[in-house]
T-cell receptor, first 118, second 110 residues
Framework: KAGVTQTPRYLIKTRGQQVTLSCSPISGHRSVSWYQQTPGQGLQFLFEYFSETQRNKGNFPGRFSGRQFSNSRSEMNVSTLELGDSALYLC?????????????????FGAGSRLTVL | KNEVEQSPQNLTAQEGEFITINCSYSVGISALHWLQQHPGGGIVSLFMLSSGKKKHGRLIATINIQEKHSSLHITASHPRDSAVYICAVRSKTTGNQFYFGTGTSLTVIP
């Protein structure tokens, strides 16, 4: 079956612009989480969605937002881009038990979207 | 303050050597993940642990919940094991957030 698909793979923006990144999870996976990876800070957790609801959020400013659609596809948006937002943005999907959202499931990562802010 | 500490940061080994990467964490967790990242960025989840030990091929992961410590072992290392290995924990005390170690860069020399 198809893996986690992230689009676009590469993009260049200028300061002040906004960007929307897309993540299509593995079929049947209902949880999608987003991460930022930079050389200086490493991997950092952005947020997680399950059944169209944001379940958890990391320590990022409100310029970073996301949503999940009824087909489990997710988007994240960064508004008013800053130079420091240049990073690899990764999403991961997981199969979550329907009865109880435990948040403890194996993650399957996409290849990432590499954002450069000039 | 880092919720997850990994050691060593860098590791060079000869092919065939036994390798251990350590991870210590300071928060209560619901699960610990070991991830592998090859040059180019792709991340693969190797293990998810909440207790005990798991084995997959030449890879073994253990966790001691009381000591808040996990180890990843690679037996009979091979050059294709060269990658960055990242420890990540899912906290159950701070809203199910993920915290990541800074990674261990492993190079296996033929």
């Amino acid at each position: 079956k198809a893996g986690v698909t992230q689009t676009p793979r590469y993009l260049i923006k200028t300061r002040g612009q906004q960007v929307t990144l897309s993540c299509s999870p593995i079929s049947g996976h209902r949880s999608v989480s987003w991460y930022q990876q930079t050389p200086g800070q490493g991997l950092q957790f952005l947020f997680e969605y399950f059944s169209e609801t944001q379940r958890n959020k990391g320590n990022f400013p409100g310029r970073f937002s996301g949503r999940q659609f009824s087909n489990s596809r997710s988007e994240m948006n960064v508004s008013t881009l800053e130079l420091g937002d240049s990073a690899l943005y990764l999403c991961a999907s997981s199969l979550v038990c329907v009865r109880a959202y435990s948040g403890a499931n194996v993650l399957t990562f996409g290849a990432g979207s590499r954002l450069t802010v000039l | 303050k880092n919720e997850v500490e990994q050691s060593p940061q860098n590791l060079t080994a000869q092919e065939g050597e036994f390798i251990t990467i350590n991870c210590s964490y300071s928060v209560g967790i619901s699960a610990l993940h070991w991830l592998q990242q090859h040059p180019g960025g792709g991340i693969v989840s190797l293990f998810m642990l909440s207790s005990g030990k798991k084995k997959h091929g030449r890879l073994i992961a253990t966790i001691n919940i009381q000591e808040k410590h996990s180890s990843l072992h690679i037996t009979a290392s091979h050059p294709r094991d060269s990658a960055v290995y990242i420890c990540a924990v899912r906290s159950k005390t701070t809203g199910n957030q993920f915290y990541f170690g800074t990674g261990t860069s492993l190079t296996v020399i033929p």
